[in-house]
């Protein structure tokens, strides 16, 4: 049986996960980012705003 070494189908979807769950990260990082490292101060807002609405881990 001829097997194709490599399946491109498999392989984008892979990066198509990847590339979506790096987005989400960033996404949820970036006001994190900005208010530690740029003290941005509307990043700042955002992130008590992301924290008041987490659930306590």
């Known amino acids: 049986m001829y097997k194709k070494p490599f399946k491109l189908?498999?392989?984008s979807i892979r990066f198509t996960w990847l590339f979506v769950i790096i987005g989400v990260?960033?996404?949820y990082?970036?006001?994190?980012?900005?208010c530690r490292v740029w003290h941005d101060?509307?990043?700042?807002?955002t992130e008590k705003w992301q924290q008041?609405?987490?659930?306590n881990t």
């Open 25 to 27: 990260a960033f996404l």
């Open 52 to 55: 008041r609405n987490l659930p």
């Open 29 to 34: 990082l970036y006001p994190v980012i900005s």
């Open 41 to 45: 101060q509307t990043a700042c807002e």
């Open 9 to 11: 189908k498999t392989w």
